[in-house]
């Protein structure tokens, strides 16, 4: 069976060059890179170069380039390590990835004060709660770039520099992993002091991810051992990942002009199909990310259109690929006021590079074929 896959922001299929690289690094040069000798030297080479390549993709020097296992361990990293042993407040959003926003709270445990910021009904931050938040005690501000829910595209550079403006010594983390390679980043440019990306979001595996970390930001380590990735991140690197990891990124930004109309079509055909079948409900409508689409059909629950569209190879989203097994599906939707009657039927549906518009065509005709057959069924009983 042919599948259409339309899950993309929770994991995208690893590029052919990609795997190669990644067998390549395993079977021939498996070598460990801290270890003497000429083959190490060879895979440490090549793993400073992918460094560097990240590094020059987003505007940040290769010393500012932590390699780590993934989006998750990035965030976590950038909260516990930039406020171990602080006092003072910490400022998240409602709206946060739970790797952010579930560690952020856990610095309550260590006497820091969480200060949660709203968002709007699209899931953006509303910028002038959360400015309201800092004050002379914020030692770390969070703020995630693109919303993995709703799509919604926050202006962080404003952002940063407004936090900034209010206390030039907190903190600002941006969880960069829905946006980075989808929109044009430059940490600098940005203001931020941190920034946080996964690995298996731009077509190469999981179990890799970065993190930028500016030069001078006060950061311990979580993880003792061998003082890898200066120090910050200890433990036998993972060498396939992280050769990849530099192009991986650096490849999706190359591609962000060419795919971006390209996105905004299927987006609209989708938006179009959903509009004649009726009932729709568009999560994000204003600043969002073009690759992905939140919506709900009145009266149709997630899991059972999922499942009907799964047998037809056609595989589409709920709320976030980390919760959708969990009873915390909800915390975004229900904080940006979704009504109850499309709260349990959000879809998110995601488009990669390798996405068609067969792949479009197949989506839309199997939606306009179930989601009526599935309420006539409701009707009915
Ligand atoms: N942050 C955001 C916004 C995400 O969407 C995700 C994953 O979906 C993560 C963090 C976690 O990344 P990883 O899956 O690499 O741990």
Do not use: W
């Amino acid at each position: 069976m042919n599948i259409h896959y339309f899950n993309n922001c929770a994991s995208t299929r690893v590029d052919d060059e990609m795997m190669e690289i990644i067998n390549q690094y395993n079977t021939q040069y498996y070598y460990n890179p801290g270890t003497l000798g000429g083959n190490s030297a060879v895979v440490n080479k090549q793993m400073q170069d992918s460094r560097l390549l990240l590094a020059n993709t987003i505007g940040a020097d290769k010393q500012e380039i932590v390699f780590t296992s993934g989006g998750t361990e990035s965030n976590n990293i950038a909260i516990l390590g930039t406020t171990k042993g602080k006092k003072g407040n910490a400022i998240i959003t409602m709206c946060e990835h739970s790797s952010a926003y579930y560690t952020t709270l856990s610095l309550e445990d260590k006497g820091i004060e969480v200060r949660i910021a709203k968002c709007d009904g699209e899931g953006h931050i509303d910028y002038e709660h959360y400015l309201s938040l800092v004050d002379d005690n914020t030692v770390l501000a969070v703020m995630m770039h693109a919303n993995n829910e709703t799509g919604a595209l926050n202006d962080i550079k404003y952002l940063a520099h407004a936090v900034k403006a209010i206390n030039s010594k907190t903190i600002v983390f941006s969880d960069g992993v829905q946006a980075v390679g989808k929109v044009a980043v430059n940490v600098k440019n940005l203001g931020v002091d941190l920034y946080s990306m996964s690995g298996h979001k731009l077509h190469t595996t999981k179990g890799i991810g970065a993190l930028y970390v500016k030069k001078g930001t006060k950061i311990s380590s979580l993880v003792y051992g061998g003082g890898h990735e200066g120090g910050i991140r200890s433990g036998t690197e993972f060498v396939p990942g992280i050769i990849t990891m530099g192009k991986a990124v650096s490849n999706a930004v190359a591609n962000i002009d060419r795919l971006e109309p390209i996105y905004v079509s299927y987006r609209q055909q989708v938006i179009d199909c959903v509009h004649c079948i009726g009932g729709e409900y568009i999560t994000c409508k204003t600043n969002y990310l073009p690759c992905v689409i939140s919506l709900a059909l009145e009266g149709i629950k997630s899991e059972v259109l999922v499942n009907m569209l799964e047998m037809d190879g056609v595989m589409i989203g709920t709320s976030s690929g980390c919760s959708a097994k969990t009873s915390k599906a909800g915390r975004v939707y229900t904080h940006i006021g979704m009504a109850d009657k499309y709260i349990t039927g959000v879809l998110r549906i995601s488009f990669s590079k390798f996405t068609t518009q067969q792949d479009i065509d197949i989506l839309c005709q199997k939606l306009a074929q179930y989601v009526p057959q599935l309420r006539q069924t409701i009707k009915g009983k």
